[in-house]
């Protein structure tokens, strides 16, 4: 399924930019009254809420910057793209490994070929050179092709 990227994350840049110049400005101002417990409040809440917002945006904002981004979900590695104005994703294999290590499970070219969609059948160096900036070498592992794959049309 395609997830248009739109302008979401622009936008929320943007709102986390104004209300942090708003929020700093407040801070000044009340210390300039001699509010001390409020404005030390004011900033709190500003830092969590920045803090939050900038988290809550990562996703977009590195698909914007970068056109591809990687997360974690449960045992699997989704990879998305941005492609023609559209997010697309493919799932990959993890295996836990122990201490927070996962390795990453990609499948032969055979198997690439016959169980990705079009967009990335054809892309599987770009694609594991993209994924070498998310794992280390090491935890990249290339799968054996199995016996009955053959390429799909």
Do not use: C
């Not at 030390?40 to 996703?59: G, K, N």
């Amino acid at each position: 399924m395609k997830e248009p990227l739109g302008n979401a994350a622009r936008v929320a840049l943007s709102a986390i930019v104004v209300g942090g110049l708003l929020a700093t400005g407040t801070v000044l101002y009340l210390l300039w009254r001699g509010s001390i417990l409020d404005s030390i409040i004011v900033a709190a809440v500003t830092y969590f809420a920045i803090r939050w917002s900038w988290r809550a945006t990562l996703r977009r904002r590195e698909l914007l910057k970068r056109g591809f981004y990687g997360s974690r979900v449960g045992s699997e590695w989704i990879y998305e793209e941005v492609r023609e104005g559209y997010i697309e994703a493919i799932e990959l294999q993890l295996e836990y490994l122990g201490r927070g290590e996962y390795e990453i499970h990609v499948p032969g070219e055979r198997d690439w070929a016959a169980t990705m969609p079009a967009w990335a059948r054809d892309r599987r160096s770009e694609i594991l050179e993209r994924l070498g900036t998310m794992f280390r070498h090491d935890q990249i592992r290339h799968d054996p092709d199995s016996p009955d794959s053959s390429p799909a049309a």
